[in-house]
């Protein structure tokens, strides 16, 4: 006997609209969750090596408009049938991508998965959205005026959560811009620099990057969550030593608050503001006592972090 004979109708649509319905909600949940925690989760991203920083925000981004599109278009039924499978299935492959490829030692990776809010609840909703995706659906019949329409509300969609996530995580386009950081004639004396280094037990490498940071400074800070998400990504990149003008318990806690473990000094704020100017951060690549690169917190943008880190 037929469900419908049964008089099973009934009830077996109510169970697929709750099915959509969950479906829907739990990738809601997903890019609202991401949205929130958007910056720790690029750089859970660029920690885990699944992104580099210059794809890491724009597949962020793009993913959370994906997700919310879906979930809009599972509630108002404005979507193929195939191609809601088809893009579950990958969102749910990246999901796991990011579920089981999380490194020991990764601080943003173990602390924010790209998908709901811990590993177990995101495994359980990644396992019923391929279950979902899966499953057998009826795709309603639709004339070539109700696609047109479809499209029209998906890309009203796009703009409805493209613009307070762009508002709330700005891509600028200078962060992806090469600049010219060379100097062909250096005039900087190293020379306590590197006595400094040698008194606080850092032998320092033919080739070093020193980053003088202020502990006050928020473009410093930033730069230091950076530059540590980085190491974690790629360990065998450029030598780096941080120079601080503070005292010691203010350097301690910058660099606790900002998960970035590297060797470090601490100099005079005259001799900090001699070497790097009135510019923080400012970072400048040393060979051989001389500078051959130099940066301010907009030329080292995510196009030099990963040159430097080779992440790209």
Not at 40 to 46: H, K, R
Not at 135 to 150: G, Y
Request: one cysteine or more; a positive charge.
């Amino acid at each position: 006997m037929s469900p419908q004979s049964l008089g099973l109708f009934p009830f077996l649509n109510l169970l697929y609209f709750l099915f959509n319905i969950l479906a829907a909600l739990i990738l809601l949940a997903s890019s609202i969750t991401k949205i929130i925690f958007i910056e720790p989760i690029v750089f859970s991203l660029v920690e885990s090596s699944i992104f580099n920083w210059e794809i890491a925000p724009v597949a962020t981004s793009a993913i959370v408009i994906v997700e919310f599109i879906i979930a809009i278009s599972l509630l108002l039924k404005s979507i193929h049938i195939k191609l809601l499978s088809l893009s579950i299935l990958l969102l749910s492959s990246f999901y796991l991508i990011d579920f089981f490829g999380k490194p020991i030692d990764g601080l943003y990776a173990n602390e924010f998965t790209f998908f709901l809010f811990n590993k177990w609840i995101t495994l359980a909703g990644v396992l019923y959205l391929i279950i979902f995706a899966v499953s057998p659906k009826k795709q309603s019949k639709k004339n070539s005026f109700s696609r047109l329409k479809n499209m029209t509300i998906n890309s009203c969609l796009a703009v409805i959560i493209g613009i307070p996530l762009f508002i709330i995580n700005p891509i600028y386009i200078d962060d992806f811009q090469k600049h010219t950081t060379s100097i062909a004639n250096p005039t900087l004396n190293w020379d306590n620099i590197y006595k400094e280094c040698s008194d606080s037990g850092i032998a320092v490498r033919p080739e070093v990057l020193f980053a003088f940071l202020s502990t006050s400074c928020y473009y410093c800070n930033l730069a230091a969550i950076k530059l540590g998400v980085s190491k974690r990504a790629r360990l065998n990149s450029t030598q780096i030593v941080l120079v601080f003008p503070g005292n010691k318990i203010d350097t301690e806690a910058f660099i606790e608050r900002n998960r970035c473990d590297f060797p470090y000094i601490r100099i005079s704020k005259d001799e900090f503001r001699k070497q790097a100017g009135n510019e923080f951060p400012a970072f400048f690549k040393v060979k051989g006592k001389k500078e051959t690169n130099y940066y301010t917190g907009r030329t080292f943008n995510l196009r030099e972090l990963d040159n430097l880190f080779q992440l790209n």
